[in-house]
Each structure stands twice: as C-alpha cells, then as structure tokens.
C-alpha cells in the first residue's frame, strides 16, 4: 500500500516540539517553522532554562500555541498528561545532557518530561552539548536507556561548539532532523543493530573536466547517498562517504566524507576502501564518459580552435562491475553486499524496471535500486521512489517518501540479502 506522503500527512499531525536549554536552542526555531509550513499542528514544551535562550512569546508565534513549562498551568485541563497522550510525535532539539539524564530516570519535574513520559508515539532526541559531556559514562549509559525504551536518540554532529571548542556534540542541521522525525512518523524507526558493519557509500555527481572552466556533469544532488550515510549512521555502523558534487547538502552526521570530482577519483578512492567494509552502496550518478584530454586554458568561443565544438569521448572505468568483479577475484571478501544504482526513463520497448532487471544481471551486484528519472525527477528532489530488485529475483515497490524513508528500506534489503547467505 502507497504511504501518505509528508506534506499530506503532516496536515493532521500533531507535533511536540520539546526544547533543552542549551545555546542550540535557536536552532528549535527553525524545526518548529518547518513543522508549521507542513500543516502540522505544534506545540512547543521548552524547560525553564530554554526560555533563558529563546522567549516564550517567539515560540508561540511560530507555533501558533500557548507555551507552558510547568504541570501547574492549566491544571483544569491537565496538559501534563493530555499533551503527551495526543501526540503524534515528540522530537526534543535541543536535548541536554541533564534533560536526557532526567528522561532516561523517568523523571517528571517539568512539562517536558511529564509529556515524554506519558507518551506512546514515536519520540526523537537531538542531544547538543560539549564533546566531554557527550563521550561521558554516564551520558552514554543514558543514550543506552534511552534507545532501549524505544526512543530513537540521534547521532550528533561534529563541527564548531560553543566558543573556540569542535567535535562530537553540535546539533544536526534542522532539515536533518525533520527528515528523520518524519521518517520515525513513516514508521521507519531506526534500529541500532549495525555498530558492527563499515559501510562505504558513494554519493554526488562526478565532473569530467573539458577546460578549468567546463565540465561534463550530470543533474544529481547527492542527496539520495548522504540519506543513506545518515541511516546507516543512525543505526550504529561505521560510514565512510566518497561525494562527487554534494556542494549544496549538509555533512551526513557520523560518517566520514571523502571528496572527489572526477569518475576516476571516485574509482580510486572506492577500491583504497572497499576492503574494508563488509556493505557497498553506490550511489553516486558518475559520469560514463570523459574527454579525451582536457585544456590547461579556458577555450575561448570564435577561436580557430574546434575543441568546443568536437569534444572526443572516452569511457570512464566502470566502478560497480569493478567492485563486483574485485570480489569475485578474491580482492574483496565474499560476504560483502553490494548495492548498485540504475537511474533509467525507459524507451519505446523497454520500461525502467526491465532496463533495472538486465542491468543487475549485467553488473552482477546484490540489490539494485531502480528509479524512473523520466523529465529529471529524482534528481535534486527530496523525496524518491522505484524499485528495489535482487539477484534472487526478489522485487519490492519502493512508494513516494522522502529518500531518508528510502535509505531505511534499502538496508532492510541489505539486511535480507545477508539472511539470505
């Protein structure tokens, strides 16, 4: 059965919007705006230090409710315990090491934590704090609690903290935490069953340089393969990214980006990793072809020079079948599951998902994830859609979701391809 898609479901939802009182606070701003352009209805749960950062009277404009931080508002109404039954989703950006410490305790001193507690939908926490109060014992003996009664506790990001200090503990950037709070409303919780696996990802379209100013490119975003990181990295597995052009994107939180530009820097780079990672997902749109050689000056339109107007052709090496011939070689280990790419908009005889069906048989990998790009969708798009077939001649319709909502699936079919083995 087709989901819903974002923007329709999100007209009903109700959304709680809890907020720690961290200098990260601001950035709640941006998550409840989000929510509220969706159509979804919010309403914001702050802690008393939050307000210290952010005023009441700007989340009640963005949120268009009432904001309370005590159970002893509206007692009559007892919204300490209705706010929390009538969600349908809790996400709390940012989350404190004290906040999450309070929660994992089952504490309910405040409206926040009383709403948390009562609740029985999906709840999303965004930690943010200094990289020391993330890799503390007892924040990560928290984190465990948390993730073990069911509350999905999102990896933070590594970057600029509060004064000159870097590292583990930034919050995400807000498009990445509404892209997996509605992936947990999708019912795409992630697990966190992958702290075991490396995962290589390629991501990105590749460039193919005619002059330092031109180049052959392609339309992808490189959105589709930095969801997948972020899945991945969601559920515990260690990800390393080789990006193509992803210039426009956010860091994929927990994992490490490798940049290339050209197919065979791609190339190189994949085959210095591949063995060392048991799941391959190759995602990145690169480039079949490159000039044949590419000038040292920018080529100047109206000279006698035709390199503009013949540009000679040659193939780029092919890095799936590569990767796939390197294990059938014994360079890679044979349990490693492979997951290739196919963007195809059919023809006169042949629909995309038969183009899909001969090109896994032809590349030999794993899984392929089949979509229609006919007109250039997908490209540059947030949400996506196909078909993910297999070398067991398994087939599942991926439905219309955002492509964080497709990433999950395509590791339940990396799951069901090492069930399989």
Not at 300 to 328: C, F, M, Q
Request: net charge negative; proline share 4%.
């Amino acid at each position: 059965m087709a989901r819903v898609s974002d923007q329709r479901r999100s007209e009903c939802d109700r959304i709680v919007v809890g907020v720690g009182g961290g200098i990260a606070a601001y950035k709640a701003c941006y998550v409840i705006r989000d929510f509220t352009e969706a159509g979804a209805q919010v309403r914001v749960v702050p802690t008393e230090s939050a307000l210290r950062f952010v005023g009441a009277a700007t989340f009640e404009a963005l949120s268009g409710n009432p904001v309370s931080t005590t159970v002893f508002d509206d007692v009559d109404e007892v919204q300490h315990v209705r706010i929390g039954q009538e969600a349908d989703l809790i996400v709390i950006a940012p989350a404190t090491a004290d906040l999450m410490a309070r929660i994992a305790q089952g504490r309910a001193d405040d409206l926040l934590t009383a709403t948390v507690l009562v609740a029985t939908c999906p709840v999303l926490i965004v930690p943010a704090m200094h990289t020391e109060m993330w890799q503390n014992p007892a924040t990560r003996r928290n984190v465990r609690i948390l993730r073990e009664h069911g509350i999905t506790v999102m990896e933070p990001a590594h970057g600029r903290l509060t004064g000159a200090d870097s590292g583990a503990g930034r919050l995400p950037d807000p498009e990445q935490i509404t892209q997996l709070a509605r992936s947990l409303r999708a019912g795409f919780a992630p697990r966190t069953d992958w702290s075991d696996r490396k995962v290589l990802i390629t991501a990105g379209g590749t460039q193919e340089d005619i002059d330092p100013v031109r180049y052959i490119g392609n339309r992808s975003s490189g959105r589709q393969g930095f969801a997948l990181a972020e899945a991945a990295a969601q559920r515990g597995a260690q990800v390393t990214v080789v990006a193509g052009n992803t210039a426009e994107l956010p860091t994929p939180i927990g994992a490490e980006v490798i940049s290339v530009r050209s197919t065979r820097e791609m190339y190189d780079a994949v085959h210095a990793r591949a063995n060392d990672n048991d799941t391959i997902l190759m995602a990145a749109a690169v480039s079949d072809f490159r000039p044949e050689s590419s000038a040292e000056n920018k080529l100047k339109k109206g000279s006698d020079d035709d390199a503009l107007t013949t540009v000679r052709l040659v193939e780029n090496p092919d890095i799936l079948a590569s990767v796939v011939d390197a294990r059938h070689d014994g360079k890679l280990n044979a349990e490693t599951v492979i997951v290739g790419f196919a963007a195809e908009t059919g023809d006169q005889e042949h629909t995309p998902l038969e183009m899909g069906r001969a090109k896994l048989r032809r590349k030999g990998c794993d899984v392929l994830m089949v979509n229609d790009v006919a007109g250039g969708a997908v490209f540059g798009a947030t949400e996506n859609a196909g078909w993910l077939v297999d070398k067991h001649g398994d087939e599942r319709v991926v439905a219309d979701g955002s492509k964080l909502d497709v990433a999950f699936q395509i590791l339940d079919a990396v799951d069901r391809c090492m069930q399989d083995r």
